[in-house]
């Protein structure tokens, strides 16, 4: 029988100017995997390393991943968000399951006030397809689909994704630089990410873990 009284548990990354609910990273991220290895960019994954690591921080997110679960999920998340105007989902981990997918966004369209970001890697997956379209057809939702490349490749046909990219210097004129990066690594005003105007968002690569991977795999390309 499925429980009652579902209590997310939101986090508030010092980067980001509001909330956001997660998973732990890799464990709910089969996307990040390819031919039995993870992919470039979840390689040098900021979520698996320091204050991610942390078991306080741990802990939240695998009370999600059981708490998502309760019929009255949705009902509860919508009442959370009722004086949020911005919102992430996913500051780590994905949208692994289905019936996840499809809860997450009946709360996006019972929010209307309130703008969502969702990142992924899901759109590998047939079966999520048709949900992730029909968030992102929302006007208050912008669903970005995840590059696995960390050299500034891009998602073909996605109507808003993202990039991670060794340095600023490897923008394209197609692509919107994250600005947090200039401002001490906090979004401040910026929403770029919640734009449906911005194609494509390119990370440049930092943390000790990515830059260690990005310079061995620049490295291997010259």
Known sequence: MTQLNAKPRFSKP???????????????CPASMSEGELVDACKGCYATTGFYAMPNVKEPRAH??????????????VA??????????????????????????????????CNHWLPTRMHKFEKFVPVLDAMNAL????????????????????????????TVSHSLPSMSVCEAYDRGGKCKTCRLCWSKDVAVVAYPAHGKKMLKHVDSIVAINL
């Open 14 to 28: 010092s980067k980001m100017p509001c909330r956001s609910w997660s998973l732990e990273a890799l464990d709910t």
């Open 64 to 77: 999600n991943k059981v708490d998502w679960q309760a019929s009255d999920w949705v009902d509860v998340m």
């Open 80 to 113: 959370e968000l009722d004086n949020d105007r911005y919102f992430r989902w996913f500051d780590s981990g994905d949208v692994y399951h289905i019936g996840l997918a499809q809860k997450i966004l009946e709360v996006m369209q019972r929010t209307p006030w």
């Open 139 to 166: 006007p208050n939702v912008v669903v970005r689909l995840s590059s696995d490349s960390v050299t500034g490749e891009i998602v073909e046909g996605a109507a808003n994704s993202s990039t991670i990219i060794p």
